[in-house]
């Protein structure tokens, strides 16, 4: 009846999914996906009525606690986080993680998930009293459809928790196909667990211990999760059971049939090992029930469902009515004042007539009256313009708040807190302006742990972490696979379960390996739970300028496009960028901090505060005052432009130089604003492509903050060229924006407002 926009249904899965309720502790953690209704039923995770007011789009975090309405039905999520955003108790949990839709993609972060456990037991310093952990006592449960096993998520995952040893049961629901695609599509030899043999551990070797079971045999099913924990639990294995011969009695969900594409046999075949009734037979069969008592039941469920789902509508439909009454009355008052009263009152009537209406049904109304009574001077316009913005700011809460962190810990409540230098300060390197860092976090708090590739033992390729594993030991600087989206889950999962995870990936070129996981679980975790779960993950990479197509990307559009949600920090230097760090770990969102690839062996002031000087989010800094043209840049950029504002005072301009310093957010203050007022003329420049974040920046500036008004010259861009930089000096040259471009760019916008004071050079 158009009530829900969608549905999708784990109907055919039920019966493992008892099992595996069974098998889970309060305290354990779940990463699934869309089928697994059952096991939150049976957990008591989910009730009937939430899961109908999340196929409605209810907003009311009681009503969905999962998602408050902003996630399709069937994403499951227990709420982690209390109403002011600060971890609950989690051992008194049952964790289920927020679900994507996005096949496998709620598979990475089981590394971390997993792994916190491992820390937890095994890092002495984390023993103790805590609200995450016991002993890594917790097991993580996953849940996979047999056709998403064919994602490299999963590959990679499988191979990352051999490695790491991790508690994790990784359950697989096969039902044959995926949507309408069958077995022999997916997977080679038609089989996930016998392809996957070759993880299998042994007496010698360590690896996976691997299940195979029916998904119709409740006795078998009951056992394998059973010993499948036990085992995950007690030493740390990682366990996989691929549960077969499961069915999909409704089709994939509500947007097609499955017979369509389902031969008479396969369907015949699935009436006839749908779980249930196995299930049924049985209990019968066994003696633990008679059939007329099971029907009774049937029966029931479907009574209390029906019950349920009356009572979710209503709820639904309950949580709208006083604003469509209050705009209804409203109208009634316009249609007594306007002289539209015919029209107005058409309006009300195709409102009330509605079938189902919904919020922006009744605000589309509201709107349209007004613009009909746009040249009318009645009091009724108050109240209908009070009515527009009092929901316009409710709607921003219920669809847009929570994209970032809203508690007390917020990244931009942080306390700015300056670097003090001693009189007779050293210049060193700038890695180890970073390396001393690095050093205070650890030794201050045990729950900062840092991993990527080349991490632990030779403490990075660019040496921030040096003699640091040698210090802190391999369980807190560590090094780990060539796995990029994995090192994004592993630093997610055990950001959930309340360590401090820096996960490094190698050169920001190689971010694109992790961005589905980055853009899809990370950017989306609060905002898809309405403040529900966090993952304070800091991401550590390096970029911009230095060499070769594959180490010198700044493809930061890419990441403006996709990673909303995740503050992108982008340091001059590795002062800033060390301030940033101390900023991050004082907080709880996300953020990608973006270093110089080319700074780490310039010379910088080290601060005597090293450990707890910040620098704060979203404060854009003048590292140049000039008059004449304002450049605002950030990064590798800085450097250069310092270069040409030089050159430029030589023939009599003078440039002010703006470093931005963080992306996202982006000057909270409007604070370049009043530099454009005293310079009118802006330059845009950065190191990626044309139309990428020089454009944000312009759109920030120009548009946001509203600078067209004073300026004397079009504002204008300068950045890459279209391709990736080529190799060598001359390649960096001629790809990327570079002194003498810089130059020529701030020179003509001066020869447009005084040619004759600087003329045409070429
Ligand atoms: C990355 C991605 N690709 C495609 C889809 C569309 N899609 C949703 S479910 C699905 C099939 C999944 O099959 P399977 O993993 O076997 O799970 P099942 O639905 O059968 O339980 C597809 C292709 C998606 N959600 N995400
Ligand atoms: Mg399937």
């Not at 006839?272 to 069969?285: G, N």
């Not at 009645?378 to 970032?404: D, F, M, P, Q």
Request: aromatic content about 8%; overall charge negative; charged content about 25%.
């Amino acid at each position: 009846m158009g009530k829900a926009k969608f549905g999708i249904f784990g109907d055919g899965k039920e019966l493992p999914q008892i099992a595996m309720a069974k098998a889970f502790r309060r305290g354990d953690l779940r990463s699934g996906y869309y089928r697994d209704q059952t096991f939150m039923f049976a957990l008591g995770e989910l009730t009937l009525e939430q899961h109908f007011a999340q196929l409605y789009a209810h907003t009311d975090v009681d009503a969905d606690p999962a998602s408050a309405g902003r996630l399709m039905n069937g994403h499951f999520a227990t709420r982690a986080l209390d109403h002011e955003g600060h971890w609950k108790d989690l051992l008194h949990l049952n964790y289920a993680i927020s679900d994507v839709s996005p096949t496998a993609g709620q598979i990475p972060r089981i590394i971390g998930l997993g792994y916190a456990s491992k820390l937890y037991r095994q890092n002495p310093q984390l023993h103790g009293q805590n609200q995450f952990s016991k002993n890594g006592n917790e097991v993580v449960f996953g849940t996979i459809g047999n056709a998403a096993t064919s994602e490299g998520m999963f590959l990679e995952a499988v191979n990352a928790m051999g490695v790491l040893q991790i508690p994790v049961v990784m359950a697989i629901w096969d039902d044959d196909y995926g949507i309408s695609v069958p077995q022999e599509y997916h997977t080679t030899k038609g089989d996930i667990s016998k392809i996957l043999q070759g993880y299998q551990r042994t007496k010698t070797e360590e690896g996976l211990e691997l299940f195979k079971v029916k998904g119709w045999d409740y006795v078998a099913l009951c056992n394998t999760f059973q010993e499948a924990a036990n085992i995950s639990r007690k030493s740390h294995v990682p366990t996989l059971i691929h549960v077969t011969e499961l069915t999909q009695p409704q089709g994939h969900s509500t947007s097609g049939s499955h017979e369509r594409y389902k031969s008479t046999e396969r369907l015949q075949w699935e009436q006839e090992h749908d779980c249930l009734l196995k299930f049924r037979e049985w209990l019968i069969d066994e003696d633990y029930a008679y059939a007329a008592e099971l029907d009774e039941i049937e029966l029931e469920a479907k009574v209390t469902a029906k019950a349920a789902k009356n009572a979710a509508w209503k709820a639904f439909n309950a949580s709208m009515k006083p604003d469509f009454d209050l705009a209804m009355a409203i109208l009634d008052k316009a249609i007594l004042q306007s002289s539209h009263k015919n029209v107005l009152s058409e309006l009300k009537m195709e409102f009330e007539t509605t079938l189902n209406p919904l919020r922006s049904e009744v605000t589309m109304c509201l709107k349209k009256a007004l613009r009909l009574m746009r040249n009318e001077r009645i009091s009724v316009k108050k109240e209908a313009v009070a009515w527009i913005k009092r929901t316009a700011n409710e709607n921003y809460g219920r669809y847009s708040s929570h994209l970032y962190s809203e508690s007390s810990s917020s990244a931009l409540k942080v306390k700015a807190t300056k670097p003090k230098y001693a009189n007779d300060v050293k210049l060193v390197d700038g890695r180890q302006v970073l390396q001393a860092c690095f050093d205070a976090a650890l030794s201050r708090d045990p729950s900062i742990i840092a991993f990527g590739e080349d991490v632990g033992l030779i403490g990075g390729v660019n040496q921030a972490f040096v003699g640091l594993q040698d210090k802190y030991g391999v369980l807190r600087v560590t090094d780990t696979g060539i796995r990029e989206c994995t090192i994004i889950g592993q630093g997610i999962g055990a950001a959930m379960r309340g360590l401090r995870p820096i996960a490094e990936i190698q050169y920001l070129d190689y971010l694109v390996y992790a961005l589905a996981t980055l853009t899809d679980d990370l950017a989306t975790l609060q905002y898809r739970t309405r403040g529900g779960q966090k993952a304070p993950l800091i991401i550590r990479t390096r970029g911009h300028r230095l060499e070769g197509m594959w180490h010198a990307g700044s493809p930061i559009s890419m990441i403006l496009g996709s990673m909303r949600g995740i503050y992108l920090l982008v340091p001059r230097d590795m002062t800033q960028a060390a301030g940033f760090y101390n900023t991050m770990l004082q907080s709880d969102d996300t953020a990608l901090i973006i270093e110089c690839l080319n700074g780490y062996r310039l010379k910088e002031k080290i601060p005597e505060n090293i450990g707890s000087f910040t620098v704060p989010l979203g404060m854009p800094e003048i590292i140049r005052e000039g008059v004449d043209v304002t450049v605002v840049t950030y990064g590798s950029m800085c450097r250069i432009v310092l270069d040409a504002a030089q050159q430029l005072q030589e023939v009599g301009i003078s440039t002010e130089v703006i470093d931005v310093q963080t992306l996202l957010p982006f000057d909270i203050s409007n604070s370049i604003l009043d530099s454009v007022k005293k310079t009118n003329r802006v330059l845009f420049a950065d190191e990626d492509a044309p139309g990428g974040g020089s454009a944000y920046m312009m759109q920030q500036v120009v548009e946001r903050q509203g600078a067209s008004r004073y300026l004397d010259a079009e504002p204008v861009t300068l950045c890459s060229k279209d391709h990736r930089p080529a190799y060598g000096s001359d390649g960096d040259y001629f790809s990327k924006p570079n002194v003498e471009s810089v130059f020529d760019k701030v020179y003509t916008l001066m020869t447009e407002s005084d040619p004759i004071a600087y003329p045409d050079i070429y």
